[in-house]
């Protein structure tokens, strides 16, 4: 008896016996999907899970994104429990993927935000990942959050999106629903320490009374930071204080703040955020603080830097000789009832 012919990717085709054998064809590959989605566990992420997750995170981000784990472990455990969401998976007994994220409220809408979500290399593409956003998903959804955003979870975020240029990434978002929203990307701009040395060491104007934040002054300078430039900067550059020295600089005159910058926040060599009083504007008070920024790092040995989430790309090339980085967009899925957590 004649065979019968299979279709694209050994589908059988048309017919009363072709339809049997499609049946049969779809069955097998569910299957397989499924024994390969239950060789792993999930639970809620553990105390006693920080190291294995750090080294997971650490070794699994790509391009050097996870060398600074004291701010991955600020990132993934710095957040009062109540509100941050974390999962692993394990198999065998062992952490092969985990995934984290927080819920806030944003402009009167509670959302939820992806943090990061890695995966072992060794088990990719085989269900994981989407099981880990799936989790967060539906924690997200019984906190009572009507969204969710990969990125972008200021004041404690690695990423301000996805990365335009990670293409892995952007797949896996807009396989499992996430489509981008209206507005720009974030754009992050690169400054070539050693290139441009002497605009970075160009000497203060000394009518910049400027000096390096002291944990003394925090409470003074946080009720500032709430009542000038909001909650979410004030908490953001609380961050500069976890690092040694202190990764802040202000000014100030007659008791009154002038200004400030912060750098190394939330990840090492990521500058801002950065704000001067408009009353001060014209005194060069931004260039001064964002000079004595990138002179740390110059003493520290670093040799480029990124300027994170920018505004005013012009004042950063012409003080510092920054350039155009990359860019990220906030994908976002909408966590109604019927929305399916592995799309």
């Given at each position: 008896p004649r065979r019968a012919r299979r279709g694209p990717q050994g589908v059988p085709p048309a017919g009363a016996r072709g339809r049997q054998r499609r049946a049969r064809h779809a069955a097998t590959l569910a299957a397989r999907r499924v024994a390969g989605l239950r060789v792993f566990t999930l639970r809620p992420v553990a105390a006693d899970d920080r190291d294995r997750v750090l080294d997971l995170v650490s070794t699994g981000l790509a391009h050097g994104e996870g060398d600074d784990v004291p701010g991955l472990e600020h990132l993934l455990w710095g957040e009062p429990r109540e509100d941050g969401l974390g999962f692993v998976a394990t198999r065998d007994g062992e952490v092969v993927g985990a995934a984290f994220g927080s819920v806030a409220e944003r402009g009167g809408v509670l959302r939820a935000y992806v943090k990061v979500v890695v995966v072992a290399e060794r088990c990719r593409r085989s269900g994981a990942g989407r099981l880990l956003l799936g989790a967060l998903e539906q924690a997200a959804?019984?906190?009572?959050?009507?969204?969710?955003?990969?990125?972008?979870?200021?004041?404690?975020?690695?990423?301000?999106?996805?990365?335009?240029?990670?293409?892995?990434?952007?797949?896996?978002?807009?396989?499992?629903?996430?489509?981008?929203?209206?507005?720009?990307?974030?754009?992050?701009?690169?400054v070539d320490l050693e290139a441009h040395r002497n605009l970075v060491r160009e000497p203060t104007q000394p009518q910049v009374p400027m000096r390096r934040l002291t944990h003394q002054e925090w409470p003074a300078f946080e009720e500032w930071m709430r009542e000038t430039w909001g909650e979410t900067w004030a908490a953001e550059v609380g961050g500069a204080l976890r690092r040694h020295p202190v990764s802040c600089f202000v000014a100030a005159e007659d008791g009154d703040y002038l200004g400030f910058a912060a750098y190394d926040t939330n990840r090492a060599g990521w500058f801002g955020p950065m704000g001067s009083d408009p009353a001060a504007r014209g005194r060069g008070v931004g260039a001064a603080l964002l000079r004595a920024c990138l002179s740390d790092y110059l003493d520290a040995g670093r040799t480029a830097c990124e300027i994170a989430w920018v505004g005013p790309v012009e004042f950063y090339a012409r003080v510092v000789g920054a350039e155009p980085g990359r860019t990220f967009v906030a994908l976002r899925k909408p966590l109604t009832d019927d929305a399916d957590a592995s799309a």
């Open positions: 959804r019984v906190r009572g959050a009507t969204e969710i955003q990969a990125g972008g979870s200021a004041p404690s975020y690695w990423w301000p999106g996805v990365d335009t240029a990670d293409r892995e990434a952007t797949a896996f978002f807009g396989a499992c629903g996430y489509a981008l929203p209206d507005g720009a990307p974030a754009t992050n701009l690169d």
